[in-house]
């Protein structure tokens, strides 16, 4: 064999020829292998089925794939012994209409003085026509005989000639907030439905002075989740007048409280929960900021690295690495709803996880070698919810309180101001904890109208 270099021709040994053939296989190999991992992503491309990309990221006609849930092996639908539900008559109706023959129908004879038989009863539920009611509020004074005249006042709320009343201001901040309605649809329903036509502009200034009166409700809120020993914590990107701005939430069982901050990092935690967490186990993704916190501990969401782990496994299918933390994490998600939880228990569980991320990863499986060594910065923070019974493995509740923001985006599109996205974190976090304490979110927006007195 012959070898071309500089212009001078060498004649390789039997040696060097293997040397170099042994060479060229092995760039071969990793181009190979170097394809394939590139091949890999495109046939199993990140989603919101396996990472924790959002849903509005996801390719359009993009193929179902599996969620994390695992097959039951039931039919859809209700199942065998449901108790199902239909419409119930109530025992009070409040018009009662009597329906009885007046004469046979066979030969004709006058019935009206034979007697009835009951034979049975229907009920028909309907929404009565809806008339607005308007009251007029009248003044007059009142000459005493001491000489002093007396002046009567309108009643604390009555400010101006005309105005709207408390379930107006709370239907619209229902309609807005809870229904995500956006405010021009918001203005045709009153205008047809109830035949009060409000203008967008009144809307507008109506769901301002409905967050004016919840200021106080809605920090004690906030101080509500602080005193909590788990609190949830998520964030997501808000689009206010074309400028991206997130809506943060802090949350637990009972309570859910949203801020909006132009800012992602710690400084938006910093302003939003200036307290700090010294007494909180916080609930999270492996999000930075979050760990900058003075937090008593953390928990990292096992959802979020169930999602990751998948889509490791789609993409390197000759790794086993992911497939079997994957599987650790969802043995210890399955310990934790039995009554086996002991310290023998727990400890299995920490020695599995400690061998995995000290484990040696090859490195053609470049996504899993980065995995790996986040689990071993936040290795004390993945199997928290084992050792504390209050701490959920995932952070599923944050990423509901979060979620209607992104809804209420996809139908109005952005907030057009600062103080829309703010009065619509202020609302909907009362909403939300009313709903939690199984309270009607209507009546709840109906208390805070009834306020007479709107803190500025």
């Known amino acids: 064999m012959l070898y071309f270099a500089s212009g001078m021709t060498k004649e390789l040994s039997t040696e060097e020829q293997f040397a170099m053939l042994f060479a060229h296989i092995g760039y071969l190999q990793s181009e190979i292998d170097r394809l394939n991992e590139r091949l890999a992503k495109y046939e199993s491309p990140k989603n919101s089925k396996n ?79 809806i008339i607005p009611i308007v009251t007029e509020h009248q003044l007059f004074d009142k000459l005493c005989k001491c000489g002093h005249m007396n002046k009567a006042s309108y009643p604390m709320g009555v400010t101006a000639p005309v105005s709207y009343g408390e379930n107006v201001q709370a239907l619209i901040a229902y309609f807005s907030t809870r229904q995500l309605i956006p405010i021009k649809r918001t203005s045709e329903i009153f205008t047809d439905v109830f035949a009060i036509p409000i203008s967008t502009g009144g809307i507008d200034y109506i769901l301002n002075k409905v967050k004016s009166k919840a200021a106080a409700t809605y920090e004690s809120i906030r101080q509500s989740v602080l005193k909590n020993k788990v609190i949830g914590a998520d964030e997501t990107g808000v689009n206010i007048n074309g400028k991206n701005n997130w809506a943060w939430t802090f949350q637990n069982d009972k309570a859910t409280f949203i801020a909006i901050h132009p800012n992602r990092g710690y400084a938006a935690i910093e302003h939003i929960m200036p307290e700090g967490f010294q007494n909180n186990i916080l609930v999270t993704d492996c999000w930075a900021s979050y760990f900058k916190t003075d937090a008593l501990s953390h928990q990292l969401c096992t959802a979020h690295l169930l999602r990751e782990l998948k889509y490791l496994k789609e993409i390197y299918k000759k790794s086993t690495w992911a497939e079997r933390m994957s599987l650790l994490i969802v043995n210890a998600l399955a310990l934790r709803k039995t009554d086996y939880v002991t310290k023998a228990s727990v400890d299995e569980v920490l020695r599995s996880f400690t ?95 009834q306020c007479n007195v709107a803190t500025e």
């Open 355 to 449: 061998d995995l991320i000290n484990e040696q990863i090859s490195s053609i499986f470049k996504e899993v070698i980065p995995f790996q060594r986040r689990m071993v910065k936040y290795s004390d923070f993945v199997f928290n919810f084992l050792q504390y019974e209050d701490v959920p493995p995932d952070n599923n509740g944050s990423e509901r309180a979060i979620r209607n923001f992104k809804t209420k985006l996809k139908i109005s599109g952005l907030f057009r101001s600062d103080e829309g996205a703010e009065r619509f974190a202020v609302i909907r976090s009362i909403i939300d904890t009313a709903i939690k304490n199984n309270r009607n979110p209507l009546h709840i927006t109906r208390l805070i109208a």
């Open 51 to 129: 990472s924790s990309k959002p849903p509005s990221s996801d390719f359009p006609k993009q193929q179902k794939t599996q969620s994390l849930r695992e097959s039951s092996g039931k039919k859809p639908g209700g199942q065998s012994g449901h108790e199902g539900t239909t419409l119930k008559m109530v025992s009070t109706p409040d018009i009662i209409e009597d329906h009885i023959p007046f004469y046979c129908t066979c030969c004709g004879d006058d019935l009206s003085s034979e007697p009835g038989l009951f034979s049975g009863r229907r009920q028909v539920i309907d929404i009565p026509p």
